[in-house]
């Protein structure tokens, strides 16, 4: 089955304890990408990557660090949470150069709280 | 500037009625493409439909169509002969090309209730 799976799905946890969440696809897909949606703001672009070993800033970046060693894992750290990190947070991914390109397949989610 | 605007916080429809979710976007590239998402109150993010700049045809899934106002800079989402699973929140986004890479903007959502 094609899906995008993040882990963990539920995470409490204290300030500056370091963190992160996986993701990882099966559909060979290039671009891949982390929001974060908060009430009222929508989904907000964290990083993104456009292939292995390119990464860059979405909208959002303080905080966050990612990395893309291999093309089905995109992880998610953060090095050391504060409590405006609390937040929800996607995975997605999509497959450039077809005009589907922005159906994005998103990941169930993490809902992470940050204590 | 907000690049993708959705103006309309919340939206009832009756049952079997038509709807329109408004957006509206900025944006100075000439490649872009245009999208919107449904999200029930499970969470997930469901792809429903895309618009690309250079489409001459309003793009159309099922029973969502994209009012494509290029002009206007505007991307409303219709979705004709509304059910009740159609409740959710609705996210219009855009894709934008920044030199070599695609970086893509959500706008803050549409909650639209279906009312039998």
């Not at chain 1, 992160?20 to 908060?38: A, G, L």
């Not at chain 2, 993010?45 to 099922?62: H, R, V």
């Not at chain 2, 505007?74 to 855009?94: E, P, R, T």
């Amino acid at each position: 089955e094609a899906q995008v799976t993040q882990n963990p799905r539920y995470l409490i946890t204290v300030t500056g304890k370091k963190l992160t969440v996986t993701c990882s696809q099966n559909m060979n897909h290039e671009y891949m990408s982390w929001y974060r949606q908060d009430p009222g703001l929508g989904l907000r672009q964290i990083y993104y990557s456009m292939n292995v070993e390119v990464t860059d800033k979405g909208d959002v970046p303080e905080g966050y660090k990612v990395s893309r060693k291999e093309k089905r894992n995109f992880p998610l750290i953060l090095e050391s949470p504060s409590p405006n990190q609390t937040s929800l947070y996607f995975c997605a991914s999509s497959f450039p150069g077809t005009r589907r390109f922005n159906e994005q397949f998103f990941g169930p989610g993490t809902r992470l709280t940050v204590l | 500037a907000q690049k993708i605007t959705q103006t309309q916080p919340g939206m009832f429809v009756q049952e079997k009625e038509a709807v329109t979710l408004d957006c509206t976007y900025d944006t100075s590239d000439q490649s872009y493409g245009l999208f919107w998402y449904k999200q029930p109150s499970s969470g997930e993010m469901i792809f429903l439909i895309y618009q690309g700049s250079y489409d001459e045809q309003n793009a159309t899934e099922g029973r969502y169509s994209l009012n494509f106002q290029k002009a206007r800079k505007s991307a409303n989402l219709v979705i004709s002969a509304s059910q009740l699973g159609d409740s959710a929140m609705y996210f219009c986004a855009m894709r934008e090309n920044v030199g070599s890479y695609q970086k893509v903007t959500f706008g803050i959502g549409t909650k639209l209730q279906v009312i039998p």
